[in-house]
């Protein structure tokens, strides 16, 4: 049964099909990315290092077949695309240049006779299960640090990203990468189950929805193996009343709008405070309306269509519940004429608890923008939701910034900006947004053997 499919979202249409692996491709992926193992995580740190930087330059080599690829798959408007390709290079450098910093033994002052220390150490064959909305990037912020560390990779990519999936695996082998050290795989949810039962696997990270987090961690708790999930967000964007208005309407239509709203960190609910709500409307009105939706093969094109038709479907019947249950529309709501999975740039207010758009995750270019009181108000808001991913807050008011960061259930925070990813900086939520950090030394740490070297 062919399960990953190239499916073009401007059209809908079924570009290639591929078979999904059989279970005893599976098991023999498994297997030698076991047997790789014993190999890689003995080779010299300056050959690791040596990998990881040719497969950034690899990826700056070909940036622009890569970003087709994905424009092609899901949609990215091809500068975006471009943007996601070189930060995954940039993670790889970052990991290759940083390496020999990052597994530096760490002393340790102890209060007994001899000296301590703490070695990092690679554990063994992993398994990352990751998304479509940033193929390349999310990938990399899973593959470098363990690549680095020594420990070998099986990675399946969504359904939709084969090619993109394919390509990937062929660009690490072209950069020297041992067979086996790094295989892609085509495989079901019940082969993910079951690779995560076997005793050569030691871990696994998913990037993905709740639901496959709550099932993916049951799966690796049953079986005593580390995960780390990174989740969902609906993620709070506070404009006080010492915000710069211009500065903050611009962020939250960028923060908002970009690859399509198809992000964890988009930030999904825009809270103003009142003194700040007039102005506010005007200006990110003026803002959202710019992003119009066109050719996403275009340079000039900011607006692409959805992952999918099925995915604007989920999208629309969220904004027809809000709608129908009386939330005021401000800007789009309603799905174009025309083929593919287009959504327009959509702007909400007045949407209440009994409305799913409230505690939903909209997964689209869909802004709901609350109005509040007082900071308290906006922060018990900005709290009320099963998500703690990202946030930002707009305000020149370095003590109420401050109060604010204090009070936000989020696992990042950003003053005067959206949270925008880099390689040296982690990332990662709690609540129901996930388990765990990636990117940077954080990052490196999570399928880590932190040994304990002790001599008298």
């Known amino acids: 049964m062919k399960k990953y499919a190239t499916v073009d979202p401007t059209s809908g249409n079924v570009v290639q099909e591929f078979d999904s692996m059989t279970d005893t491709e599976v098991a023999a992926a498994l297997k030698r990315s076991h047997d790789a193992y014993r190999a890689w995580h003995m080779k010299d740190l300056a050959e690791r290092c040596a990998l990881l930087q040719r497969i950034a330059d690899l990826h700056r080599q070909h940036s622009v077949d890569l970003a087709k690829l994905m424009t092609l798959e899901m ?10 390709v070189e930060l995954s290079a940039a993670i790889y450098e970052y990991y290759a240049t940083s390496g020999e910093k990052l597994l530096a033994d760490e002393e340790l002052e102890i209060a007994g006779a001899g000296r301590a220390l703490v070695r990092t150490a ?5 398994l990352g299960v990751m998304p479509w909305n940033f ?10 640090p363990n690549l680095l560390l020594g420990n070998t990779i099986l990675l399946k990519h969504a359904s939709n990203c084969p090619q993109q999936a394919l390509r990937i695996e062929e660009i690490i082998r072209a950069a020297g990468a041992p067979e086996g050290v790094y295989q892609n795989i085509f495989a079901t ?5 079951d690779l995560i039962a076997s005793p050569e696997l030691q871990g696994v990270s998913l ?5 496959a987090g709550s099932a993916i961690g049951a799966t690796a708790g049953r079986h005593l193996k580390k995960c780390v999930l990174e989740l969902g967000g609906s993620d709070p964007f506070l404009v006080l009343p010492a915000a710069d208005v211009q500065k903050a309407a611009s962020a939250a239509a960028a923060g908002r709008f970009g690859n399509a709203g198809q992000a964890c960190t988009s930030s999904k609910r825009l809270i103003i405070d009142n003194s700040k709500w007039d102005s506010f409307l005007d200006a990110f009105l003026t803002e959202a309306s710019k992003w ?13 269509p959805m992952s999918s038709l099925q995915a604007r479907a989920e ?10 249950k009386g939330a005021t529309v401000h800007l789009g709501g309603k799905i174009p004429d025309g083929q593919g999975a287009y959504y327009p740039a959509t702007v909400l207010s007045r949407v209440t608890p009994d409305m799913r758009a409230y505690r939903e995750e909209l997964f689209g270019p869909v802004a709901v923008l609350h109005r509040v009181n007082t900071v308290d108000e906006a922060i018990e808001l900005a709290n009320d939701t099963p998500f703690g991913l990202g946030s930002a807050v707009f305000t020149n008011d ?17 003053i005067n900006t959206t949270i925008k990813s880099a390689p040296d900086l982690p990332f990662g939520g709690v609540k129901s947004s996930g388990i765990g950090r990636e990117l940077g030394k954080y990052g490196l740490n999570e399928f880590a053997n932190k040994k304990l070297v002790r001599t008298i």
């Open 315 to 324: 999208l629309a019947e969220q904004v027809d519940d809000a709608i129908a």
């Open 189 to 193: 949810s019940g082969q993910v189950a």
């Open 207 to 211: 990037t993905g929805s709740e639901r």
């Open 398 to 414: 370095e003590q109420q910034a401050a109060y604010v960061t204090d009070r936000l259930e989020v696992g990042m925070v950003g």
């Open 122 to 126: 690679p554990i063994g064959p992993l």
């Open 135 to 144: 193929p390349y990037y999310q990938m990399a912020r899973f593959v470098a």
């Open 75 to 84: 949609g990215k408007p091809i500068a975006q695309a471009k943007t996601e």
């Open 292 to 304: 119009e939706a066109g050719d996403p093969m275009s340079e000039d094109t900011r607006l692409g």
